[in-house]
């Protein structure tokens, strides 16, 4: 298949990777709580194995979204490894803390670390973390929103319900819930399913798509 042979050289893959690899890789995932996942922290099992289970949506760890809460683990994010060496990311995520070689295919440790060194960016530029609110201009997002995501999302992002019927969540629901989160797929992508990565657009873009679908309906 020709997708198979596509090169590294975007960070989309590492992105989507960096989301939920073994949704990517269309793994059994390890059942076992992560060893480097903290005894105090709240999670279990393999979400604790997600790369941003313990290093965030905001790539920023315990000086994030992350430093409070539920999903508080006290770990480092990865903001300081920004055009660090592919070579020694890598090495990183075979180390005694991350057991990931052997799990992950080399190429994908590659592509993980493609993404860390050139694929991540400073969230807070884009949203106000108190207040969630996105520096993005939301007639522009529309634009986009309704010619791309409308397709699978539909035009008021309620096509897809991403939980139960009770408890519906819907493209308003995450934008305004989880805005960081939403940034992070609409650039990379959906892990294990076709939605489309938008990193094609400039970051701007992705913000404002992000400042409409925040005026998307939430229930
Ligand atoms: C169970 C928790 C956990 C998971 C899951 C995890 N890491 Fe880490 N990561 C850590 C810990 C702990 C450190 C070491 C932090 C320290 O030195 O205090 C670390 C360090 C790093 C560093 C170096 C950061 C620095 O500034 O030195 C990078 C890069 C990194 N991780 C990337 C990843 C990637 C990519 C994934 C997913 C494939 C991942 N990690 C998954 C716990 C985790
Ligand atoms: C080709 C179809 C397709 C397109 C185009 C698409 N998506 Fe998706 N998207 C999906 C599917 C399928 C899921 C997974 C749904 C599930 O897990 O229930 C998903 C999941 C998501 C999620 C994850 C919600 C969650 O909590 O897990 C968000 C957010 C999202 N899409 C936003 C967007 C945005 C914004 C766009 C446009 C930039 C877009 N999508 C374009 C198909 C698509």
């Not at 050289?9 to 992560?34: C, I, N, Q």
């Not at 194995?49 to 508080?72: F, I, L, N, T």
């Not at 660090?84 to 005694?96: F, H, R, Y």
């Not at 609110?133 to 991403?162: L, M, W």
Request: net charge positive; charged share 25%; aromatic share 10%.
């Amino acid at each position: 298949m020709m997708s198979s042979q596509r090169p590294n050289m975007w960070f989309d893959r590492g992105g989507v990777l960096y989301d939920s690899w073994y949704g990517v890789l269309g793994k059994e995932a390890p059942k076992e709580t992560h060893p480097a996942y903290p005894k105090a922290g709240k999670q279990k099992g393999a979400t604790t194995w997600r790369c941003k289970e313990c290093h965030g949506w905001d790539y920023k760890g315990a000086s994030g979204v992350y430093g409070k809460g539920g999903r508080y683990t006290g770990i480092t994010g990865i903001r300081n490894m920004t055009y660090a060496s592919e070579k020694a990311i890598v090495a990183t995520l075979k180390d005694k803390t991350h057991r990931l070689g052997g799990l992950i295919p080399d190429k994908d440790l590659q592509a993980l670390a493609h993404f860390v060194a050139h694929g991540q960016i400073d969230v807070d530029i884009y949203i106000d973390r108190p207040t969630k609110k996105v520096k993005g201009d939301p007639a522009r997002g529309e634009r986009i929103y309704q010619t791309t995501c409308s397709r699978c999302h539909g035009s008021d992002g309620k096509q897809i319900n991403f939980r139960t019927a009770e408890n519906p969540e819907y493209i308003g629901t995450v934008a305004n819930e989880n805005p960081w989160e939403m940034l992070h797929k609409i650039r990379m992508g959906q892990p294990g399913v076709p939605m489309i990565s938008m990193l094609a657009f400039d970051v701007q873009d992705h913000v404002n798509i992000l400042a409409y679908s925040q005026s998307l309906p939430q229930k």
